[in-house]
């Protein structure tokens, strides 16, 4: 795989590499919707657990030390790779998914001087 490559396909392309990877393994019956979620809760909380106690200026340093930014691409593929297999499992094509979301966060928050009021995308 080369990075001169589209996003698009080096995407396709490494989540081809993980569905090979398991299909391998047989871990097909342990890779549902459930437990991939699970697990892609678990990452995200490794990844959080890197900033826990950071305050922000830290945090905003964090891969100027080789070590931490070693930890944090580490937990970032991590987070990456379950997200991905399980779009492939559940069959959600994750940048038609991202397209869209964007589309629908663009109505509702409205760029300053629009005509709809600003809410936070937690609402």
Sequence with gaps: MSDTQPPEERLYLLQRRLADFAAARDWAPYHTPKNLAVALSVEASE???????LTPEQSARVMEEPESAHRVADEVADVLAYLLQFCEVLGVDVLDALAAKIERNELRFPAPGGSSQNRHSSE
């Design 47 to 53: 990844l959080v657990e890197i900033f826990q106690w």
